[in-house]
């Protein structure tokens, strides 16, 4: 998923099916930089219904299974970039001083 500027990001896994070998990871990206990062697997199991948020760019979800399982269920939503709030109070609040 991809954002302008510095969104804010938030996930909630609800279920997943993670046996041995298998992983779900988030990452967090801005300008193709990694600044945040959460890999599960069996023995790091995510806390199911915990919202997490973190502020980037872009959201990369990968679920590697190397046998037939469920799956997973995540929730997630993003925010609008606190970049472009800040520009259109600034927009308005010139706006308002021109007129």
Do not use: H
């Amino acid at each position: 998923m991809y954002a302008p500027g510095n969104a804010k990001f938030q996930y909630s896994v609800k279920s997943v099916d993670l046996k041995r070998w298998d992983t779900l990871e988030i990452v967090g990206k801005n300008d193709q930089q990694v600044t945040f990062r959460q890999k599960y697997n069996s023995t790091n199991y995510p806390r199911l219904n915990q919202n997490i948020q973190f502020y980037a760019s872009e959201m990369d979800v990968i679920f590697d299974s190397g046998t037939l399982n469920t799956g997973f269920l995540m929730q997630y939503s993003v925010e609008k970039s606190a970049v472009c709030q800040n520009f259109w109070a600034i927009f308005v609040a010139v706006l308002v001083f021109i007129v």
